[in-house]
């Protein structure tokens, strides 16, 4: 971190492994999120179309091959997605609140979990679960959480993911702090991260400022 002209401090990171999703749609959708006043459905109902907006980003250079179709007029070429398949890991519990959005994309994804848990003090996290499919090395990894707040939790995920074996890994989060992508993109150096805003950083509780509050609170209605 450094210093800005007027004294504020600034973060680095590499923004060629950063595609910021700003579509106007996507920029309404998010200022009802932040909004104190939304419900716990409409906020359930927003964070899965988001991360919808994000799968289209996300795939968009998931390799194509031709196939012959007969419409009603004739037979032609058209392409549909080849190679690859792709699983959908959330980091629980937030991200579950994403998996929705995805799968309306792509039903046939498998999904997996990981299970993290943040102390309340350290601010760190502590994995308890990690469920994933066998064939994870060879799958399109798409891990999907609501915050990137200090990054420890998707850098953990990341850590689990590569040691089974995955090679393509995609972070989808709607709000993230640049400490927080510092921390993932210097964590891995192969990892693409997508998110839907950039905030300012983290208070001294580690939440992100503006932020939308504890996500997996407002998704579940836990708060």
């Known amino acids: 971190m450094t210093k800005n002209k007027e004294g504020a401090l600034t973060v680095a990171y590499d923004v060629a492994r950063v595609t910021v999703v700003d579509h106007p749609l996507v920029q309404h959708k ?5 909004d104190e006043r939304t419900g716990t ?3 359930r109902d927003l964070v899965s179309e988001l991360a919808m ?11 194509l091959e031709d196939v012959r179709v007969t419409t009603p ?3 032609t070429t058209c392409k549909q997605v080849a190679g690859k398949k792709l699983a959908i890991i959330p980091i629980l519990r937030a991200g579950l609140g994403m998996v929705d959005g995805l799968l309306s994309l ?3 994804a498998r999904v997996g979990h990981i299970g993290m848990s943040r102390d309340e003090v350290t601010h760190e996290p502590h ?9 994870i090395g060879e799958r399109i990894c798409l891990i999907v959480d609501p915050m990137l707040a200090t990054g420890g939790s998707a850098a953990d995920a ?3 993911l590569r040691h089974h074996g995955a ?3 995609r972070l989808l989060s709607i709000v993230a702090a640049p400490e927080g992508l510092v921390r993932v993109l210097e964590a891995d150096s192969d990892v693409h991260i997508y998110v839907c805003a950039i905030d300012e950083g983290l208070n001294e509780r580690a939440y992100i400022v503006p932020g939308l509050g504890d996500a997996g609170d407002r998704i579940f209605g836990t708060l």
């Open 53 to 63: 907006f994000e799968g289209y980003e996300a795939m968009r250079d998931l390799p």
């Open 127 to 135: 994995e308890y679960y990690c469920k994933l499919p066998q064939d």
């Open 158 to 160: 990341l850590k689990q």
């Open 167 to 169: 090679r393509d890994i």
């Open 106 to 108: 792509v039903p046939a």
């Open 41 to 43: 459905k409409q906020f």
């Open 73 to 75: 007029i004739c037979e």
């Open 30 to 34: 998010l200022s009802i999120l932040r």
